[in-house]
């Protein structure tokens, strides 16, 4: 249930910040598959920066997060078809239930946009800090996809 309730407030966080100013912005709504499992959420702010937002399931307690992300699309050999992008990010985590958790999570990760298809699937790893706890550092990461919406959804 606390997954579901967290799920529709991403939702409406995605919906509320493409509303703000659809003709700039694109945003995309998916889910990541990882440390933690949950969904999440990108703002692109213009073609480099966004801020990708989550929340997801970590050793059963519900977690969220909210990065700065930096992408460099010519850092990489490009396919023949979409583009491929390097990207890193840090942000704050937060995890509740019965030890409640806060650190700094640092991310490096790997974008693919397919031409012609509102999508982008990713792939992302990096160490949290944690300052809680006993204060050492876990790893997070996974593989996601996310179904883009606004004025750059199809160009890949």
């Known amino acids: 249930m ?3 309730i967290a799920a529709a407030l991403l939702a409406g966080l995605a919906a509320s910040a493409h509303a703000a100013d659809p003709g ?4 995309g709504v998916g889910v990541v598959l990882g440390e933690p499992i949950g969904g999440t959420a990108k703002l692109w702010l213009d ?4 801020a990708d937002v989550g929340v997801g399931l970590s050793d059963g307690n519900l977690g969220f997060w909210a990065d700065a992300l930096w992408h460099d699309w010519t850092l990489l050999p490009q396919p023949t078809i979409g583009r491929l992008g390097a990207y890193l990010g840090a942000g704050p985590q937060i995890r509740t239930g019965d030890d409640a958790r806060f ?3 640092t991310i490096g990760g790997l974008s693919y946009r397919p031409t012609g298809h509102p999508l982008e699937f990713f792939a992302e790893v990096g160490p949290l800090f944690r300052f809680t706890q006993g204060g050492h550092v876990d790893a997070v990461g996974g ?14």
């Open 24 to 27: 700039t912005q694109e945003v």
């Open 47 to 50: 073609d480099r920066l966004a």
């Open 2 to 4: 606390k997954f579901a």
């Open 103 to 105: 650190g700094i999570r």
């Open 143 to 156: 593989i996601g996809v996310r179904l883009m919406v606004g004025p750059a959804a199809k160009k890949g």
